[in-house]
């Protein structure tokens, strides 16, 4: 039977979550999520998505937007194919409606597994950037030192969405990337992280000193499988140095540990020195990358 390419519809998301989680074995991501950056993404996003389907079955899945965090609001797309429907040409048709919706963006943006590599590149795209996803047992950290830690660690539900964002904006524009994430408005970033369903804003750490949140550490985590992904941890440029991540970091360890979690994964820049450090220090070993890729072409 031909396989048949379209929009996407809402009903889709469940189905393309299951798919991209089975081609993707690190990702720790649910439909609630997924529908939520879809759906909740505000309009200047110009979110899209198209639905490759073999009868009934949907085997390719493809996104596209345009990255409202940034002042360069570069396109981006994502393109996954099952693999038992590879080289028949879904991929390329997807990307053809990605690259076609955004067809007024000069620049684009993609992130490949090992698997979508030479795709990429037969597109045209070019690496910029590797990222390392690593993991660690949580089980097996020593988290002593929390005994005896200058400063106090504490939820983020306890210190407030007001305080974390200003945590989080301040860091995120130094994280190693293509595109400084420079234009996080504090309306949409309650949208896009505090009410994001993947996150858990209880287990996620923050790290308070003087009487306000100095680091912050967001996590991701699916109990089913006992996995966690620590998704972003940043401080604030004055405090930098004196070792607040690394603790609410630890912190967040130590509760995973103790909720029976076997595997927490986190994703750094290869450049990203500071956060690597502080990883590997963690315990952290790496387990495979990913490849950042950008696209630049002549609008049409
Ligand atoms: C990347 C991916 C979507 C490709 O899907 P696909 O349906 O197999 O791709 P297609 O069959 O449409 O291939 C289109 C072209 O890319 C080439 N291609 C596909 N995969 C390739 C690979 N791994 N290495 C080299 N070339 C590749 C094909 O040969 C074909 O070239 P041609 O037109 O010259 O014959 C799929 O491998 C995947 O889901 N990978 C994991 C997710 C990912 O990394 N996505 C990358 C997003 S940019």
Known sequence: ????????????????????????????STVAGARHRLLQAPPEARRNWWAARDGETLVGWGTAGIDHDTTARSGYLNVSVLESHRRRGIGAALLERALA??????????????????????????????????????????????????????SLLEVGPEQTFAVDAESV???????????????????????????????????????????VTFVIVDRGSRRALNAYTGSLRAY???????????????????????????????????????????????????YSYILDRRPE
Request: avoid cysteine; hydrophobic fraction near 40%; proline fraction near 3%.
């Open 173 to 215: 524009v130094d994280q190693p990337g293509d595109d400084p994430i420079d234009a996080v408005g504090y309306k949409q970033w309650l949208v896009d992280h505090w009410a994001f369903p993947d996150y858990d804003l209880e287990l996620s750490r923050a790290a308070v000193v003087d009487r306000r949140a100095v680091a």
């Open 101 to 154: 919706h955004l067809g007024d963006s000069a620049r684009i943006q993609a992130s490949a597994t090992e698997a979508g590599r030479g795709f990429a590149e037969r597109y045209g795209f070019r690496h910029t950037h590797t990222r390392r996803m690593s993991g660690v047992d949580p089980r097996t950290v020593d988290t002593g030192e929390l005994e005896t830690a200058e400063a106090r660690t504490a």
């Open 1 to 28: 039977m031909a396989v048949s390419i379209q929009e996407g519809d809402i009903d889709d998301i469940a189905a393309a979550t299951a798919l991209v989680n089975e081609i993707d074995r690190t990702r720790v």
């Open 240 to 290: 930098r140095g004196r070792g607040f991540a690394r603790l609410a970091k630890l912190d967040l360890l130590r509760l995973l540990a103790e909720l029976g979690f076997e595997l927490v994964l986190t994703e750094n820049d290869e450049t990203n020195a500071a956060m690597l450090a502080i990883n590997n220090r963690l315990g952290y070993t790496p387990i495979e990358s990913r």
